[in-house]
């Protein structure tokens, strides 16, 4: 295949230096830095020995044509903004459309004895990424993202980019290469290097050198910043499209409620896989001319989240977990959640506004209002989005003794986890096992219980001995049927969940004859208060069932949630 000749084909097409190397298959980041070098061993040579001479000879002539309207006695210096590079004068001496920033006549004159504006070169625009990839166009972005990195100010050093580029540039490549496929036959269409790859390894070298900020790539840098580039003429340079395949947008039009865009990156996809060069031929001039650059529209900044770990103690049986809202008044005036986030908002500055939509609370599941968590404590996690920065591990620290000094909530240790550790917790969520710790009251006799009915109600050692030695299988205890409680049917569908007691014992509270401590641990999601009281028939067996009289439970406590947390990174 023959390199040189497939460049300079492209350069006639009118294609910048950077493109003519995509379609080269050139996937050098070092080219795309500084194509213009790269590119000499390509280029005809002619091209080069001529271009010094045609860029003095055409900023010449701008100065002359100036001239020759002022009147002699007002000639002032002539200026010319930009100095023209080698790049930019190859793109002016190969394409045929470029101009000079002029009126019709070829000059502007502004009022009685006024001074010319200075003159500046108008550069081709690249016919295939539009000036997407050509660096004349690329300060306004540029300006852009120091914009919003200066409003943000992220503590980041390294960044990556990413390019939401026009959708005609998919047009005009599938044009170019068919055409380099008809000149060229050995030449092969999936070389194409991908405009956002030349991009990043153009701008995003050129970008760095200006935010001060170590190009990486995404899966390393935390911080991403995307550029939406548009392009005016999008949308018109498509409908060429409906030509070359009409069907695909007859189609899509029938279903307009389905497909509300007409244009996608998708459909057009779809239109370019089927498109041959003939089509394009009878259809139109899919390479019309480029009346502007694209430019870029919005700039978005954004620090992937950051996430920490770590084991809360409860120690209020009038807390819940997360914000309790009932008919939009707040029923409790705090939350685990909330007494958690506190210490995190304050070193974020963060808002009670960016406590909602930038602080996520991810438990091992919950635990009720009423109910303490003890011993270790419940694993969680706090998703941070969008940070400034990460947290040291000396404010960590201060954030445990902050949260600690609620007296409500006791958290130990906070660390820093990845976002592929959450998976641990969700699934946690479902195959964990806790240990409970219950205060228990014996309602009625048992059912072997010898005493007249109206003798006091005790747990008796045969009570005891039943609970203490029940076993079903050497692995479970007891195995158990529950229907959705009722307290949590309006959020929960009504379903019936089988679940096992994996170990219970109970000892006797003394003074309290008719009270018992039961401790149990269960699989996840165990309704602990109904498998003790049975809610009239709903849970089966219960634990009344075991010693054949009704129990209540008087309070509860979780004493551990056996999974490893935070995650054993060795």
């Known amino acids: 295949m023959d390199d040189k000749a497939i460049f300079n084909y492209c350069r006639n097409l009118g294609c910048c230096v950077a493109c003519c190397l995509r379609y080269l298959g050139i996937k050098n980041s070092n080219a795309y830095a500084n194509p213009t070098s790269f590119a000499t061993k390509f280029q005809a040579e002619e091209t080069l020995n001529k271009a010094p001479e045609d860029a003095e000879k055409c900023t010449s002539t701008v100065i002359e044509d100036i001239s020759d309207v002022l009147n002699e006695s007002q000639s002032q210096e002539i200026k010319t903004e930009d100095k023209i590079n080698i790049e930019n004068t190859q793109e002016n001496n190969i394409n045929s459309t470029n101009t000079i920033n002029e009126s019709s006549n070829g000059v502007e004159v502004f009022g009685n004895g006024s001074s010319p504006p200075s003159k500046k070169l108008k550069l081709s625009t690249c016919i295939s990424c539009l000036g997407v990839l050509q660096e004349f166009t690329w300060q306004e972005s540029i300006d852009m993202v120091k914009e919003v990195l200066d409003k943000k100010g992220y503590a980041c050093n390294t960044f990556a980019c990413a390019l939401s580029a026009p959708i005609a540039t998919m047009l005009r490549e599938r044009v170019i290469t068919l055409q380099l496929t008809n000149e060229f036959p050995e030449y092969d269409q999936n070389s194409l290097t991908p405009l956002k790859e030349a991009w990043k390894w153009s701008f995003g070298t050129h970008l760095s050198r200006h935010i001060h900020k170590t190009l990486d790539s995404g899966a390393i840098s935390p911080l991403l910043v995307t550029l939406n580039i548009d392009y005016d003429d999008d949308i018109q340079e498509l409908e060429i499209l409906k030509k070359v395949s009409p069907q695909l947008f007859e189609?899509?039009?029938?279903?307009?409620?389905?497909f509300a865009t007409e244009f996608t990156r998708r459909s057009v996809e779809q239109a370019l896989e089927t498109a041959t060069l003939s089509s394009f031929r009878a259809a139109g001039d899919a390479l019309c001319h480029v009346s502007s650059h694209a430019h870029c529209v919005s700039v978005i900044c954004t620090h992937a989240p950051i996430y920490l770990?770590?084991?809360?103690?409860?120690?209020?049986?009038?807390?819940?977990?997360?914000?309790?809202?009932?008919?939009?008044?707040?029923?409790?005036?705090?939350?685990?959640?909330?007494?958690?986030?506190?210490?995190?908002?304050?070193?974020y500055n963060f808002s009670d506004v960016d406590c909602e939509g930038r602080l996520k609370f991810i438990a091992a599941g919950r635990e009720d209002v009423d109910v303490r968590c003890l011993g270790d404590g419940r694993p969680f996690a706090i998703e941070i989005t969008d940070p400034k920065r990460e947290l040291t591990s000396e404010e960590l620290n201060e954030a445990c003794d902050i949260i600690c000094t609620s007296g409500e909530v006791v958290v130990k240790k906070l660390v820093p986890i990845n976002r592929e550790d959450l998976a641990l917790l969700k699934k946690g969520e479902e195959t964990k096992s806790k240990t409970y710790e219950a205060l228990c009251i014996k309602l009625t006799h048992s059912k072997h219980d010898d005493c007249p009915a109206d003798s006091p109600i005790t747990m008796s050692p045969t009570d005891l001995r039943l609970i203490n030695g029940y076993k079903e299988t050497n692995d479970v205890t007891m195995m158990i049927s529950q229907k959705t409680p009722l307290r949590v049917l309006h959020r929960r569908p009504l379903l019936v969940r089988k679940r096992e007691i994996l170990e219970m014992s109970a000892v006797a509270v003394p003074e309290h004859p008719q009270l018992f401590r039961l401790s149990v641990r269960t699989s996840a999601g165990t309704y602990v208060k109904e498998w003790v009281h049975g809610e009239l028939g709903r849970s089966t067996p219960s634990l009344g069932d075991v010693i054949g009289a009704r129990v209540d439970l008087l309070a509860l406590d979780v004493t551990a949630v056996h999974l490893q947390w935070p995650p054993d990174k060795q």
């Open 251 to 258: 189609e899509r039009s029938r279903q307009r409620r389905r």
């Open 309 to 347: 770990c770590g084991r809360y103690i409860k120690l209020s049986r009038n807390l819940p977990q997360s914000p309790w809202v009932l008919d939009g008044k707040r029923v409790l005036p705090s939350s685990v959640q909330e007494i958690i986030f506190g210490p995190i908002a304050k070193f």
